[in-house]
């Protein structure tokens, strides 16, 4: 609470507190706590490595919840020195994200029935998704105060409750016109609340919902690989950065604290930067006289 996490962050780390406590009892009973050493947090990851029920990232994310809460402890006076001193988390190999190509998006996005109100809606959701590289809680949550359709912008709300500024291109702008002129007007009921996207029940959608809906217009759209909302929002990112954006402008556009995890979408740009190096590098094939 006090680093301003999310709940749903709290709750992973309140969880994983909890299992760490269980499995001290049954290890280590009576083991005070003020004599826990690093070997101990230690033995507990192993333990959840070999048990085949974390893999590595979540592995990586328990080490630094168990490292943070050993700081804290000795903070707060409740042990002399810090019980996770030298524990580091395990490297991983950074797995590159995937991504759609531009005419697997076009016809992902044209794919929804603009007869209906659930296509309109579906079709403006969608579009927001690529246009702007949403996250799926950010979307969901997306009221139309937040909205500015005549700047082409919204501000989402994502991780750590931070507020960013997200751009929209036409084809976004025209869809949520339409959408809110003569669709979502045709599913509001009298619970519904100002989210954007809401069900035939006239509430807000759920996560099942949105992977539903990716789902649906993907298999509409005649992709045989597997689609979901977070794929569109890589797309997004790496077909900027293969159109020229710059890595600082999609990290803000992302809404990434660092740098570094916008970097991964470098990889798919190897054939737009080895051009640039034939044609500009003087010791290239290209540039060197016969």
Do not use: C
């Not at 709940?7 to 507190?17: A, M, V």
């Not at 903070?75 to 524990?87: A, E, F, N």
């Not at 509001?188 to 996560?207: A, D, I, Y």
């Not at 809906?213 to 790496?238: C, E, M, N, W």
Request: proline share 5%.
């Amino acid at each position: 609470m006090e680093r301003g996490h999310a709940l749903r962050t709290q709750s992973i780390q309140r969880k994983l507190l909890e299992r760490f406590a269980q499995w001290l009892d049954r290890k280590k009973s009576g083991k005070d706590w003020r004599t826990l050493q690093p070997d101990d947090l230690r033995e507990f990851l192993s333990y959840r490595r070999t048990s085949g029920r974390v893999g590595p990232t979540t592995l990586r994310l328990e080490t630094s919840i168990l490292r943070s809460f050993g700081a804290h402890l000795q903070r707060m006076g409740r042990t002399p020195k810090s019980m996770s001193v030298g524990l580091r988390s395990p490297k991983l190999s950074r797995k590159l994200p995937p991504s759609l190509t531009p005419d697997q998006v076009r016809r992902i996005l044209e794919s929804p029935s603009p007869k209906t109100p659930l296509g309109l809606r579906d079709r403006a959701l969608l579009e927001l998704l690529y246009a702007a590289g949403l996250r799926a809680s950010e979307i969901l949550s997306l009221r139309i105060e937040q909205l500015d359709l005549p700047s082409r912008s919204a501000r989402v709300i994502g991780k750590g409750d931070k507020e960013r500024l997200v751009l929209l291109g036409q084809a976004a702008q025209e869809a949520i016109d339409r959408y809110l002129d003569t669709a979502r007007p045709k599913l509001v009921r009298s619970k519904s609340g100002g989210e954007v996207f809401l069900g035939n029940h006239g509430r807000r959608l759920t996560t099942s919902h949105l992977w539903g809906i990716v789902k649906r217009a993907a298999q509409t759209a005649g992709l045989d690989t597997r689609v979901y909302p977070h794929l569109l929002r890589h797309s997004f990112a790496t077909h900027l950065l293969s159109g020229g954006a710059d890595l600082r402008v999609i990290q803000e556009l992302l809404g990434h604290a660092s740098i570094g995890t916008t970097e991964i979408y470098t990889h798919v740009d190897e054939d737009r930067l080895a051009a640039t190096v034939d044609r500009f590098h003087p010791r290239s094939n290209k540039n060197r006289s016969s």
